[in-house]
């Protein structure tokens, strides 16, 4: 993970742009959801599906003055959007119950490089952690915004996660959007 975190902050570093651009805004506030892939089989644990679903809330804070390109820190909430789970038995190849996967719920921060590339268009990167699903697990992520309104934007991003449970490597990669309220 150190190697990917590297490169991304690396990346977005680079990122130059010739376009007349405005400052990283000051704060913003992420309204995001979406899913993605993630692990299937960890170990003796088979998952149902290969899919999950996530809801996400950040607040990002730039670090000091403004200027076109900034490091800033997150931080984040994720609810609960599993519910209940029903004890049905689903077949595992192995002739056992495939498992609920772990939940996604929980909080997190990062910190990063936000860079201004135009008046309307922002990219990010980040590395961070936190505690989701009662585990500590680390990420790295990229996210683009479109500011539609002088404080409201569209964002995306894509998310690489990863944690161990009992020894085993676990994984998730969702892709969200959202709003972004920003200042």
Not at 18 to 30: H, K
Not at 54 to 83: H, I
Not at 108 to 136: D, F, M, N
Request: glycine share 14%; hydrophobic share 45%; charged share 15%.
């Amino acid at each position: 993970m150190l190697k990917a975190s590297s490169l991304v902050l690396i990346a977005s570093l680079a990122m130059v742009s010739t376009a007349r651009a405005q400052a990283v805004p000051n704060w913003t506030l992420d309204i995001v959801g979406g899913s993605g892939l993630r692990t299937e089989r960890a170990n003796d644990a088979w998952y149902q599906g290969d899919r999950s679903t996530v809801a996400r809330f950040a607040f990002g804070k730039r670090l000091g003055a403004a200027s076109r390109m900034a490091a800033y820190l997150s931080a984040e909430v994720s609810p609960d959007l599993d519910g209940d789970y029903v004890s049905i038995c689903v077949p595992a190849p192995d002739g056992s119950c495939r498992r609920h996967f772990e939940r996604s719920s929980g909080v997190g921060a990062g910190i990063g490089t936000r860079v201004a590339l135009t008046r309307r268009a922002l990219l990010g990167a980040q590395v961070g952690g936190g505690r989701y699903g009662g585990h500590a697990r680390g990420f790295v992520e990229g996210t683009g915004a479109i500011r539609i309104l002088s404080h409201l934007g569209v964002v995306a991003g894509a998310r690489y996660v990863i944690w161990s449970v009992a020894g085993a490597r676990h994984w998730y990669a969702p892709v969200t959007v959202g709003l972004q309220i920003l200042d």
